[in-house]
Every structure is written in structure tokens, then in C-alpha cells.
């Protein structure tokens, strides 16, 4: 069982990375196995609108990382795709990619659970997270969803590793709970499970994508 999550930041060890490595070590302690894509910061192509992917199955545009990301994606059993906030929308290198990945790979993603996760110095992240989802919805993919809108805060790694709320549980759910809500801002209950199943923001995606892929998973 595969996770692929996309960085669609040119920062490779950014703000954005910071919140899928969270994602993905939750994976891994769901014995779910993850890679990183990092689109990079090479320029890459808009779509043309030329509709040749429509019978190739790819784009011909191969000088950038499109058709190699579309690959991994058919090969995924789950996709996040992450993104910084830019001017309240995804980034438009990634909406480049992902607008030709999307017309260019038919059905092969429908059913494949994915999930979106923003990363915003301050605002703007929902309107970047829907636009994010626009894309799983119209190819019937699952949208995995947390209880909160996957984002975090930050202009550097730094400041999203100090955004508890962003990456961890936050003390709403951990009070109900009855887990000490201190120890949780502070960090310290990361990875621990919380009674119930619940959890908040990026915590809260890796049970519901193991188990939508996996029903069988507890
Ligand atoms: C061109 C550009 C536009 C941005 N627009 C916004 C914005 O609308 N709202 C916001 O809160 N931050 C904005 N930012 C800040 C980034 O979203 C924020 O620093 C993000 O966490 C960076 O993620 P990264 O380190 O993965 O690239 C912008 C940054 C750039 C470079």
C-alpha cells in the first residue's frame, strides 16, 4: 500500500514539505508506505489545450515533470497533493502540472482516495484547498477530510514545526478526550492515538486514508 504526496512548492524543504512529512510518518506508523514528489523549480508547460493526451495517454510536453508525476500517480494508492499558498490559490506551477495530469490520465485515478493539504504564511488557504479538491472531485476520487481544512501556517519549516494545531491535534478534541491538552499543543502527544479515532487538521488524515484504502483497517 502506496501514499504518494505531492510538494508543489519550488521549496523543496519548506513549509509545505514540513506538513507532508507529517502526513507521511503518520503513514508509515499505519505501516503504510509514502513517497515525496517534489515538482521542483524548473519551468514547466501550461496545458496547450491541443487535446493529443486525450489519445497518447501523456502530454507532449516531456521536458518537465508531468508525465513522469501522472506515472506515480497511476501507481499510487493514495494521493495528497500539497501546495503554498500564492496569492490565496495553489501555486501555478503546480496548477500547470496538475491541469494536464488530470485531462491527460482519463479514468486511471478514479477511485484512488487523495486528500489536499495548503500551507499559507496567513491566508487564502481554503480557496487554495477547494481549488485543490476541484480536481479529485470531477475524476471520482475519495476526498479524504480531517475536522479541520488541511493547512498549516508558516513562511519557513520553522514556523509550521511551532503551528501544533496545524500539524498535531489541537485541544479541542484532546479535552474532550480527556488527553492533557498541554502536553498536546506542546507536541509531546504526537502520533499518539486519540480515544475515539479523532483528531484534528493533518493528524487526522492518516487513519482515514489508510482506511480508505484499506477498509479492513481498524
Ligand atoms: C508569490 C507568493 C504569493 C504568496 N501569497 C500568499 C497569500 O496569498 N497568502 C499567504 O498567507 N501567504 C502567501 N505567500 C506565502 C506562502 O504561502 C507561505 O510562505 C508558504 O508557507 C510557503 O510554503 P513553501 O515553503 O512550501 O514554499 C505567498 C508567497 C509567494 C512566494
Known amino acids: 500500500m502506496k501514499v504518494l504526496l505531492i510538494n508543489g512548492s519550488p521549496n523543496e524543504q519548506g513549509c509545505t514539505n514540513r506538513a507532508l512529512t507529517e502526513v507521511a510518518e503518520a503513514l508509515h506508523r499505519e505501516g503504510v508506505e509514502t513517497e515525496i514528489f517534489h515538482i521542483g523549480n524548473r519551468p514547466v508547460w501550461g496545458c496547450n489545450g491541443c487535446n493529443a493526451c486525450v489519445k497518447l495517454g501523456r502530454c507532449v510536453h516531456d521536458d518537465d515533470p508531468a508525465n513522469s508525476l ?91 514545526e511551532k503551528d501544533a494545531e496545524g500539524l498535531s491535534d489541537h485541544a479541542y478534541p484532546c479535552e474532550k478526550h480527556g488527553v492533557d491538552a498541554e502536553a498536546d499543543r506542546s507536541g509531546e502527544n504526537r502520533g499518539t492515538p486519540v480515544p475515539g479515532g479523532r483528531g484534528t487538521a493533518l493528524y487526522g488524515l492518516h487513519p482515514l486514508i489508510s482506511r480508505t484504502i484499506d477498509p479492513q483497517k481498524t
Not at 500539497?82 to 494536464?100: E, K, M, Q, W
Not at 475524476?139 to 519549516?157: C, L, R
Request: overall charge positive.
Open 70 to 160: 501522472m506515472e506515480r500517480m497511476k501507481e499510487a494508492d493514495g494521493i495528497v497533493i500539497g501546495s503554498p499558498v500564492y496569492y490565496s490559490g495553489v501555486n501555478g506551477a503546480l496548477c500547470a502540472i496538475l491541469d494536464r495530469v488530470f485531462y491527460a490520465c482519463g479514468s486511471q485515478l478514479t477511485g484512488k482516495p487523495a486528500a489536499a493539504v495548503v500551507s499559507a504564511r496567513r491566508s487564502g488557504t481554503t480557496a487554495a484547498f477547494q481549488r485543490l479538491n476541484q480536481y479529485f472531485a470531477i475524476k471520482e476520487m475519495p476526498v479524504v477530510t480531517s475536522q479541520y481544512w488541511n493547512n498549516v501556517h508558516g513562511y519557513t519549516a520553522e514556523d509550521v
